[in-house]
Nanobody, 126 residues
Framework: QVQLVESGGGLVQAEGSLRLSCAAS????????MNWFRQAPGKEREFVAG????????YYADSVKGRFTISRDNAKKTVYLQMNSLKPEDTAVYYC???????????????????WGQGTQVTVSS
């Protein structure tokens, strides 16, 4: 069993910053990526960023490259998403996700994940 708990969402003005956290407990996925997805009202859930535990390789959606940074603290089993230069179109519920079956090729497909956090709302006002 795995538990993922997100925190750090909120309301921010455009061009502002937020940092999301995702704390993992239970079974450890030391060889697998931890990832962030988001879902805006009326839209499908989409990949935002991912990071591997072992070597820290990072992956980003084109829409957030250069603005968002994913990082992790292995000792704390926590993944962070630093979001800078936020735009109104970044408004969504942000979810942390993990699954032992995930490989790089499937990282961006939300259907491949069995473990999700409860989500945290990010609202960016213009």
């Amino acid at each position: 069993q795995v538990q993922l708990v997100e925190s750090g969402g909120g309301l921010v003005q455009a061009e502002g910053s937020l940092r999301l956290s995702c704390a993992a407990s239970g079974r450890t996925f030391s060889r697998f990526p931890m990832n962030w997805f988001r879902q805006a009202p009326g839209k499908e859930r989409e990949f935002v960023a991912g990071i591997t535990w072992m070597d820290g390789s990072t992956y980003y959606a084109d829409s957030v490259k250069g603005r968002f940074t994913i990082s992790r603290d292995n000792a704390k089993k926590t993944v962070y998403l630093q979001m800078n230069s936020l735009k109104p179109e970044d408004t969504a519920v942000y979810y942390c996700a993990a699954d032992p079956s995930i490989i790089i090729a499937t990282m961006k497909d939300p259907r491949k994940y069995n473990y999700w956090g409860q989500g945290t709302q990010v609202t960016v006002s213009s």
